[in-house]
């Protein structure tokens, strides 16, 4: 049985920004999925989409899911942190982009992402990366992936690339997900001495309403707490607020998060600009 439409619009992609402090100025590893968005690209199939009235909100907040996007989805997203680790009052934020290829039902997803990070303080695309992960979903709502973030990167970000596995398993209005993983997943003191050992990670979401969720999810060095929103019912469109290094474990105490993000299919966009367009 392949993932559930509710499951797969559950879809977390990527994230923002930049970090700063001990772990270096732009260490994007140690905070990239800070702002990490329920962007699922509606995912839908026509005939399931025609039925439901909204999509589900994301279950997770800063570590990554086995979810993904397939062929024909698209995500757009940008985000904001109150200010930046080992900082007083240092906003930054980050915008992204990208789509899916393959199907995950059948045999294996690919989704792709390109982010602009530290984008309030150093411009857009000036300091950029692109992220992707492969995708499998399994019988029972259950789902496994592996990604490899920041794989190609621009100069001016001192922070490394990291590849994690992941698990996913939706029941209900529950989704849990776990994972290991090394770069940014690794504790703080790891990092700060070099020390390359995987850590664990996971999230879990709770539907606590039919357009929001709440997250709690440790992304292998501190805890954040955050709710997934989606305000309309016909428009996927989440908005993602939160504070995260909530336990003191890394950082230098809780950070207010903010992101906002729109899932679409490639197809919607053809029939906006070409209305007059039809199927062959």
Do not use: C
Request: net charge positive; glycine share 12%.
């Amino acid at each position: 049985m392949a993932v559930s439409d509710r499951t797969k619009s559950s879809v977390l992609l990527i994230a923002l920004l930049v970090a700063a402090g001990s772990l270096g100025a732009q260490n994007v590893d140690s905070l990239r999925n800070s702002y990490l968005l329920p962007v699922p690209p509606t995912v839908v199939r026509e005939a399931a989409a025609a039925s439901r009235s909204r999509e589900a909100p994301g279950t997770s907040a800063q570590s990554p899911t086995a979810y993904g996007a397939d062929w024909g989805d698209g995500f757009l997203g940008a985000g904001f942190e109150g200010r930046v680790r080992y900082t007083k009052n240092l906003p930054d934020g980050a915008v992204f982009a990208g789509f899916g290829l393959g199907n995950s039902d059948d045999n294996i997803g690919f989704e792709g992402d390109i982010t602009s990070f530290s984008t309030v303080r150093s411009g857009f695309g000036n300091h950029s990366s692109f992220s992707f992960k492969l995708h499998r979903n399994l019988p029972g709502n259950f789902a496994v992936a592996a990604g490899w973030e920041d794989a190609i990167r621009t100069k001016g970000l001192d922070g490394g690339t990291s590849i994690f596995g992941v698990v996913s398993s939706a029941y209900k209005r529950v989704t849990v997900s776990a994972g290991l993983g090394g770069g940014r997943f690794r504790t703080e003191y790891n990092i700060d001495n070099d020390i390359h050992r995987v850590n664990v990670f996971g999230s879990v979401g709770v539907r606590v309403a039919e357009p929001v969720s709440l997250i709690a999810d440790w992304a292998g060095q501190n805890l954040a707490l955050a709710a997934s929103i989606v305000p309309f019912a016909r428009l996927p469109l989440f908005i993602l607020p939160g504070f995260a290094d909530l336990t003191h474990s890394a950082g230098d105490g809780p950070r207010f998060i903010l992101g906002v993000g729109l899932g679409f299919r490639f197809a919607q966009v053809r029939n906006m600009v070409f209305p007059n367009r039809t199927a062959q």
